[in-house]
């Protein structure tokens, strides 16, 4: 088992930043995906960003540019930068960390931060 501590998330002005991370500890392997969806009111979760074991990251077209995925390996944690908040990036933010030790794939979320972009 995995576990997801998230921390970070909060009410911000637009234009703000934040930083979200979320450190995971438990049984872990080496090969992952682990990164942040998001959830608004009324909506579907959505993906935000991830970054892989390799380095690879990826990122939602709507926070390209503003918002910055990187890892720590030794530490098993994740950060997002987030720039430039909107309004519209008003959501949970959910930590989600998928590994594998073979080819099987097992998935992990965190409980959610909320992030608020409001004057």
């Known amino acids: 088992q995995v576990q997801l501590v998230e921390s970070g998330g909060g009410l911000v002005q637009p234009g703000g930043s934040l930083r979200l991370s979320c450190a995971a500890s438990?049984?872990?392997?080496?090969?992952?995906?682990m990164g942040w969806y998001r959830q608004a009111p009324g909506k579907q979760r959505e993906l935000v960003a991830t970054?892989?074991?390799?380095?690879?990251?990826n990122y939602a077209d709507s926070v390209k540019g503003r918002f910055t995925i990187s890892g720590d390996n030794a530490r098993n944690t994740v950060y997002l930068q987030m720039n430039s908040l909107k309004p519209e990036d008003t959501a949970v933010y959910y930590c989600?960390?998928?590994?594998?030790?073979?080819?099987?794939?097992?998935?992990?979320w965190g409980q959610g931060t909320q992030v608020t972009g409001s004057s």
């Open positions: 438990g049984t872990i392997f080496n090969i992952y995906t």
């Open positions: 989600n960390r998928k590994q594998t030790r073979t080819v099987i794939w097992a998935d992990y």
């Open positions: 970054v892989s074991s390799r380095g690879t990251t």
